[in-house]
């Protein structure tokens, strides 16, 4: 009798699966703010990364110092789920490379991945990835370490679709506070809020664009903060708007209320969690061939929608029947 087969090795044929990540990202700037991200982590689970930043959490002229703190939260045992990522400074900022010989042979089989902000074209990204790629082969890390891009500017949403393409990406984050800045005016600073961002034709183009392209590569789209830091309803709407409108899978948080807003917004509905148990169980049972369930035909294509839901469940802390848990965690 042959043992069953996982659904990653029977529904994606020696393709590269979809990323499935947390669906909060809380940025933390300083050793006290970072300490405290890990230790709300430690208490709610392994459900929102914490992206330690080097760009705007360094002050001028302590680069190098804020840098190697960095190194030592993500080098800590208090990283105990090793979700800790790093936003380095953007591609015109003298220290970049700095920041990546400084981290990457320190954290580089750790760093949960890096955040290249600010860019303008693709071949700027490209040559980031290059040199991180060349710092960790010199230091004998033979990870691919993710990385995420920020679109902020009209040329780096222009070349969405090449920066998506590029190796090592695993995410496109909007950053709308940027964005919104560079239109010199045209839109109102009203839009940085609720509903504007949603609404007002620029952005929601800008969006889409970014999440059609992120989601045609296999790239993780990830929406921008709510400004309002300590109303967790508007929070949650926003979250809930970025996930049921235009597609974003993962969303910003830059302070504590918001983490449990976001993650409660974008986690899956529980409903179709255990639809989604079901099917893959019965479709396991059945060597991954066609199955019915409650009436209706299931097939590949289904199960990897449920597959991806289920893994998209148990990041979100939502809770997997022990059968479950068993058969594909």
Known sequence: MSLPVHPDEALFEGEQPFPVLPSCEHFAGSEKLI??????????GPVFDITCDCEDGAAAGTEAEHAQMVANMIASDANKFNMLGVRIHDYTHPHWRKDVDILIPQIGDK????????????????????????????NNIRREIPVHVLIETHGALREAWELAAIDWVQVLDF???DFVSGHNGAIPASCMRSPGQFDHALLARAKSEMVAAALANGVVPSHNVTLDLK???????????????????????IYPTQIQAIVDAMKPDYQEVEDAEAILLSAQANDWGPIQHKGELHDRATYRYYWQLLQRAHVSGIDISDQAKAAFF
């Open 111 to 138: 760093v949960a991945y890096i955040t290249l902000p600010k860019c303008t074209a693709a071949a700027q990204i490209k040559e980031m990835v290059d040199y991180i790629k060349s710092v960790a082969s010199a």
């Open 35 to 44: 300490g405290k991200a890990m230790q709300m982590q430690q208490e709610y």
């Open 231 to 253: 109303n967790a309803q508007q929070t949650r709407d926003d979250a809930t708007r970025a996930r049921q409108e235009f597609g974003f899978l993962r969303m910003w948080s």
């Open 175 to 177: 950053g709308m506070m």
